[in-house]
C-alpha cells in the first residue's frame, strides 16, 4: 500500500511540473543537435563520397593522412605544444606567488585588485585582444612564438590566481610559523612546506589553463604569424583559405583537433574537482 501510494505522488508530481519537462527536452533538444554535428564531421572525415544522401559511398581513412600532410599538422601541433607548455609554466611562476600574496594579505586596494584579474576572463578575448596585438606588433613581438605566448598569458595568470588563491586560503598559516620558528626561510617555507601541499592546485591549474590555450582562438589569432599557428587557429585557416581543398581533409583536422581537445578534458575532469575552483570558507578551530 505504502508503495501504491509512493508511485501515486511520484506521477502527480512529474504531472505537476510541465516546467521540467520543458527544460528536459530542451536540454536533450540540445544534445541531439550537437551530437549531430559532430557526427557529420565525423562520418565526412572518412567518407569517400557524400553528395544529397544519408551516408557516403564508402569509407577510407586517406583523409587524415592527406590532412596531416597539406596543412603540415606535425609542425602546427609542435607549435600548440609550445605555446601550451609555456604559457602553462610562466602563468604557474607568476600566479602562485601572486596568490599566495593576495590570500596571506590585506592592503588597500585589494577589492579592486582582485575585479582586474576578474576582467580578462569575464571579457570576451577580442575585446581586449586588438589593442593588445597592436602593442605587440608595435615592440616587434607579435608574428612570432614570444608575442602567442605573451597574449596568452593576459588571461592564463589571473586563472592561475583565482584558481590558486582558495588552496591557498586552506592551508593553516600556523603550519607557515611553526617553520619559520625552526629556522626556516621564506624560500624553505615554499618549497618544503607550501609546495607539496599546493601541488594539487598547481596541477589543477596547469591542466586547466593547457585546456584554455589549447582551445584559445581569438588572441592567437590575433598575434600568430605563418610559422607560430597553433592547432585551431591553422584550422581556421584551412577552412577559409583560397584554393580548393577537400572538404573531407578539413573534418579530418577538425577531428583531430575535438580528439586533442577531449583527451586535455578528460585529464583535466580526472585531476580537477569542479568544486576546488570554488572559494571555501575557512573553518574557524574550536576552542
Known sequence: MVTTTAATDTRRR?????????????????????????????????GQRWFDTWFPDGYTTKWYGDAWTEFALLQVITV??????LVVGLSLV??????????????????????????????PPITYGIPLATVLYKFGFAGHLSGVV??????SVPFVILTMT???????????????????????VFLRVLAPLLLPGMLASA??????????????????????????????????????????????MAVMY???????????????????LVARVKEEPEP
Open 94 to 123: 607568476i600566479g602562485v606567488p601572486a596568490a599566495y600574496v593576495l590570500a596571506r594579505r590585506s592592503f588597500p586596494g585589494k577589492r579592486a585588485i582582485y575585479l582586474l584579474f576578474l576582467l580578462p576572463i569575464l571579457m
Open 14 to 46: 512529474i504531472v505537476a511540473r510541465p516546467a521540467a519537462w520543458l527544460v528536459w527536452g530542451a536540454v536533450i533538444f540540445f544534445f541531439l543537435n550537437l551530437l549531430g554535428v559532430v557526427g557529420s564531421v565525423l562520418v565526412s572525415s572518412f
Open 80 to 85: 600548440t605544444l609550445q605555446v601550451s607548455l
Open 166 to 188: 582558495p588552496f591557498i586560503e586552506q592551508i593553516d598559516p600556523r603550519i607557515e610559523s611553526a617553520a619559520r620558528m625552526c629556522g626556516a626561510g621564506m624560500r624553505s
Open 258 to 276: 575535438t580528439a586533442m581537445m577531449l583527451v586535455l578534458l578528460v585529464i583535466a575532469l580526472r585531476y580537477v574537482n569542479p568544486t576546488q
Open 150 to 155: 605573451l597574449a596568452n598569458l593576459v588571461p
Open 207 to 252: 591542466i586547466l589553463v593547457l585546456v584554455r590555450t589549447v582551445g584559445m582562438f581569438e588572441l592567437t589569432f590575433l598575434t600568430a604569424g605563418p610559422d607560430s599557428q597553433t592547432l585551431v587557429v591553422a584550422l581556421y585557416y584551412s577552412m577559409s583559405a583560397a584554393g580548393i581543398r577537400a572538404q573531407q581533409s578539413v573534418d579530418a
